[in-house]
């Protein structure tokens, strides 16, 4: 469905946005109607978020413009849906209209929870806005999100850009938000939605727009495009341009089943029993070497909290904790790296790297504490070819390894703390998230590494909100729920259905 009828509601003009040395956008156009769904996609660093920023007035424009229709007003989700995680549903949309400030001692305003529920009901059932967000599902979240974002606006003409707002919501969850999004497109509200994932893209889209390398180098209604064509212009073949994906290698081969569960063939790499801390409430788990094992569930159920629990990064306790058969009791990220266990977060922007390093400093970052002397001493030449390697086998882009970390992409990022986890063969590697917000390319060389270092003996636990992802790469999958390992799936047994079922619960 096309709904171009009458004047767009936000017409962007020849946008042109330069950093040193990089165009981030290259006089790009883009026109959102009224009730119509409009994509943007393309890989790490193409300008997806550059163009987010520019209409949320976070950067200025070198050049053209921004035009809205009369009386239209733009509003944004962003990624970690930027809400207080402690306060209410109720509360979190007082503070955004600015009569929370002050207002937020009596906890149970009933003014306040009322005009709540009254907002989230234009998204589907009412649920309890007055416990804290963190309690909510991740879909309710986003509906009080969505809420926000469109609430206390005056506004006779509405536009809404979703940037990445999927990327931790099970397939269910994504049904729910997508329901609230549709709804809102039939009210006759434009929508922007910025996405890495193409299958929602194609499903839920009147129109798709594809940069690369910032420019648009496609504007097509989503009906004329499938997702062979779609790859085709996010990485360039499709126009014959050179392509400059990371070499793009099969995920790995369907692993072999091992011997059953709960039988150890082999010593363990990682062995923890009753292990409490965060949300995970006793959870006992087994990590050989050379296995892939999954950590599913919904937000909340602790699934995102193990590996870093793991690593020594968080309060936690266990009854036994051992790591190769030795106990290991006074846990910490530095104990853990000198016994052999590498992690990766999923929140880099505050576990991952260190924010005024360069690109190889970051590469090299777990070293830096055992060198003595300054940066100087590390500043080897095998140093540098060595993260040289690393950003080319990663396809990290810009190929800038002096460049400060914080001005590359996210997904950027996330290639440059996959890269350092995987450098060195850890005999543990703990992943949160290891593709969140990664693009197709790059995916399948995550992929790949994960493989080969798994091949060479290393214990890779995966904690993961896309389904898709565990069954690709996982030999079993722990699935959690309400702090504890609901089932384990491996076999015939590990479906995507089985997968979301246990996490919920359901029969
Ligand atoms: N503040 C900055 N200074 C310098 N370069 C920047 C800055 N912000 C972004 N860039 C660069 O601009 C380009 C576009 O980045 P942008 O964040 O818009 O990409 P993206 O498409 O959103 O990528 P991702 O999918 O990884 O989020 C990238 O090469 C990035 O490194």
Redesign the pocket.
């Known amino acids: 469905m096309t709904h171009e009828i009458g004047e767009p509601l936000l017409r962007v003009r020849g946008m042109l946005?330069m950093?040193?040395?990089?165009v981030?956008?290259d006089r790009v156009s883009l026109d959102v109607h009224p009730g119509e769904i409009v994509s943007v996609v393309?890989?790490?660093?193409?300008?997806?978020?550059?163009?987010?920023?520019i209409l949320a007035g976070v950067?200025a424009a070198d050049g053209g413009r921004v035009e809205l229709a009369e009386g239209t007003g733009l509003h944004f989700i962003h990624q970690d849906l930027a809400l207080v995680p402690e306060l209410s549903a109720a509360e979190n949309l007082a503070l955004m209209r600015g009569t929370g400030a002050g207002g937020l001692a009596p906890f149970h305003d009933r003014r306040r929870s009322a005009r709540a529920r009254e907002l989230v009901a234009r998204f589907g059932p009412v649920f309890d806005v007055d416990v804290p967000v963190r309690t909510l599902t991740p879909a309710q979240r986003a509906v009080v999100a969505i809420s926000r974002a469109l609430d206390g606006w005056t506004h006779s003409a509405n536009v809404l850009l979703l940037?990445?707002p999927t990327e931790s919501l099970h397939r269910s969850e994504v049904d729910v938000l997508f329901e609230a999004v549709r709804r809102l497109a039939a009210d006759g509200t434009g929508i922007v939605f910025?996405s890495?994932r193409l299958d929602e893209v194609l499903g839920l889209s009147d129109r798709i727009v594809v940069?690369r390398?910032?420019h648009k180098v496609a504007d097509e209604p989503a009906h004329e495009v499938d997702e062979t064509r779609l790859i085709g212009f996010i990485t360039g073949a499709e126009d014959g341009a050179t392509v400059r994906t990371a070499p793009v290698v099969s995920p790995p081969e369907p692993r072999e089943e091992r011997a059953g569960d709960g039988a150890p063939a082999s010593p363990t790499a990682l062995s923890v029993r009753g292990l409490h801390g965060a949300s995970v409430e006793g959870l006992d788990l087994d990590l050989r070497p050379g296995e892939i094992v999954g950590v599913a569930g919904v937000l909340g159920s602790g699934r995102e909290a193990v590996p870093s629990l793991l690593y020594g990064a968080g309060e936690a306790s266990a009854d036994i904790f051992d790591v190769s058969g030795q106990p290991y009791a006074d846990r910490s990220p530095a104990a853990s790296l000198g016994r052999g266990i590498a992690f990766a977060p999923g929140d880099r922007a505050h576990l991952g790297i260190v924010r005024e390093f360069t690109a190889r400093e970051n590469l090299t970052l777990p070293q830096l504490g055992t060198v003595t002397g300054g940066l100087g001493r590390i500043l080897s030449r095998r140093e540098r070819a060595e993260s040289d390697r690393l950003l080319t086998e990663y396809d990290v882009?810009?190929h800038r390894a002096e460049?400060?970390i914080?001005?590359?992409?996210?997904?950027?990022?996330?290639k440059i703390v996959l890269a350092r986890a995987l450098r060195d063969r850890p005999r543990v590697l703990l992943l949160d998230e290891p593709t969140q917000?990664?693009?197709v390319g790059a995916k399948a060389t995550i992929y790949a590494a994960i493989g080969r270092a798994a091949a060479d003996g290393t214990a890779v636990l995966v904690s993961s909100s896309d389904a898709k992802e565990l069954l690709a790469i996982c030999d079993r999958v722990v699935v959690m729920r309400d702090g504890r390992a609901a089932a384990v799936l491996q076999g015939d047994d590990l479906t995507e259905h089985r997968l979301i079922a246990e996490g919920y619960g359901l029969p």
Request: net charge positive; proline share 5%.
């Open positions: 946005k950093f040193p040395g990089l981030a956008l393309g890989q790490n660093g193409s300008g997806k978020s550059t163009l987010v920023k950067y940037d990445e910025v890495h940069l390398d910032g882009r810009p460049q400060r914080s001005l590359f992409s996210g997904g950027n990022q996330q917000g990664v693009d």
